[in-house]
């Protein structure tokens, strides 16, 4: 399969950013700027629990599909301040980010952890985005493919060769997140070409080709071009810029370029 087959996603991931109402004036401003998109590439606002409601009726009719930051894997139950994938779809959500670095990083999220919101998020109907990626120290010492493989291997397990259809996977390299320090088109291709790899080894070539890959950590207006246009990078998990209209849209016309 070539990429153009592949489906383009382009997301924001707004993290702690946001009252309703900047939420709702940020959606209806992006609202018409991406409106072309439609049919060509996905375009999708990931936003903190307390917007999606918001955000849901805001881009009701619009090509803007809704997602959450995060998903808890019980069902119910006494699990105080979070939030269960069915309370997700039934707000009309459709996507969640899964295992981003600052989960990880500062709320203890581990591959095990993101693995089992990952296979719950599916069973209630939503669509992962589940993200990887190495930290600055392990890329020095040069074991950015062993990371990358274990943490493919490990989130995904159990996610079956329907499910991972629905599954989008983020590559963002820690090092590259909020630092203004972004991946050469050439290294955030790379890792791509090589998650990719290590989907056709746990499922096949055809079903590897399929999936959506995105690259995150520090995509702005300038660069998005340049990464988009790598064979193995179908998209964006934009942060800072996702939070400015026009930022915003300018990546995205890239991916309705590329
Ligand atoms: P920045 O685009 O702000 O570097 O954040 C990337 C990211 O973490 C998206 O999930």
Not at 168 to 186: D, F, K, M, N, R
Not at 211 to 227: D, F, H, R
Not at 233 to 248: P, T
Request: aromatic share 6%.
């Amino acid at each position: 399969m070539k990429k153009s087959a592949r489906k383009a996603i382009i997301a924001g991931n707004w993290k702690m950013n946001k009252t309703r109402p900047e939420a709702k004036t940020l959606l209806e401003d992006i609202k018409p700027l991406v409106a072309n998109a439609e049919g060509n590439v996905e375009v999708i606002a990931c936003v903190p629990f307390t917007n999606l409601e918001t955000a849901v009726n805001v881009t009701a009719g619009s090509n803007i599909k809704v997602g959450a930051e995060n998903v808890h894997f019980e069902k119910s139950g006494a699990y105080t301040g979070e939030i269960s994938a069915d309370m997700l779809v039934e707000v009309g959500v459709e996507y969640v980010v899964i295992g981003h670095s600052e989960r990880r990083q500062y709320f203890g999220e581990t591959d095990e952890t993101v693995n089992k919101r990952t296979l719950a998020a599916l069973e209630a109907g939503l669509k992962p985005i589940v993200c990887v990626g190495e930290l600055k120290w392990e890329r020095e010492c040069n074991i950015t493919e062993e990371v990358i493989a274990r943490q493919i291997k490990l989130d995904l397990w159990k996610v079956s060769k329907e499910a991972i259809k629905n599954v989008v996977i983020a590559y963002e390299p820690v090092w590259a997140i909020g630092t203004g320090l972004t991946a050469s088109p050439e290294q955030a291709q790379e890792v791509c070409a090589f998650i990719r790899k290590q989907l056709a080894k746990l499922y096949d070539e055809e079903t590897a080709e399929s999936v959506t890959i995105q690259y995150g950590g520090s995509m702005n207006a300038a660069n998005a071009a340049e990464l988009l246009a790598q064979p193995d990078i179908d998209g964006g998990l934009i942060g800072g810029a996702s939070l400015k209209a026009d930022a915003f849209n300018v990546i995205v016309q890239a991916a309705v370029n590329g």
